[in-house]
């Protein structure tokens, strides 16, 4: 809108509405809307800590978000994949990321002030944890504090803007560990 700083941006929809939750959290005043999507408002008023108040701050964090999801998906992609194809590793978590890069989706939500790279970020943290899991399903008998760690906190930044799909994160839990037990 040319004339407007970039702390204080011209948004609309969510995007105007986590601003808005993201400035209250930052001035420490209260935001008489629904605070049900906290996560993304609660990060970026974190990092406005860090850097001041601008819009650039949000966006920065989700593209690195997208891109960390990006690259987490060839990791993910490996767990799955290991020991059952005759590729290379470098390449099928090339084929991984390439073909996960291109969802446009992503791409724009990235550069908004939006849930999604959150939701995305979290998600895959959960699959990578979920992965490593059943790779070593015969391997290791018990649970890595590692994978749990990164389970919980994938689960925590799902559940911080998307309640519901917590209960998502917890069915593929369930499923792991079923999946885990040994068969005779």
């Not at 040319?2 to 808005?20: C, N």
């Not at 939750?21 to 005043?29: I, K, L, M, T, V």
């Not at 996960?100 to 790279?117: C, D, G, I, N, T």
Request: positive net charge; charged residues 10%; glycine residues 4%.
């Amino acid at each position: 809108w040319g004339a407007l700083p970039l702390s204080k941006p011209h948004l609309w929809g969510d995007a105007h509405r986590y601003w808005s939750y993201a400035e209250a959290f930052y001035s420490g005043s209260t935001y008489t809307h629904s605070r049900a999507s906290f996560g993304l408002s609660l990060i970026t008023a974190v990092a406005w800590l860090v850097s001041g108040k601008s819009i650039i701050t949000p966006v920065c964090i989700n593209i690195c978000l997208t891109i960390s999801t990006v690259v987490l998906m060839g990791s993910v992609t490996l767990h799955l994949l290991a020991h059952r194809t005759s590729r290379s590793a470098q390449s099928v978590a090339s084929l991984a990321m390439l073909a996960s890069s291109v969802l446009f989706y992503w791409l724009s939500h990235a550069m908004q002030m939006l849930k999604e790279p959150l939701i995305s970020f979290g998600v895959v943290l959960c699959a990578l944890a979920l992965a490593r899991t059943i790779e070593r399903r015969h391997s290791a008998p018990r649970f890595a504090w590692r994978d749990v760690a990164v389970f919980a906190l994938g689960a925590l930044l799902v559940a911080s803007v998307r309640s519901p799909y917590a209960l998502v994160m917890a069915a593929g839990a369930l499923m792991c560990t079923i999946y885990r037990r040994p068969r005779y």
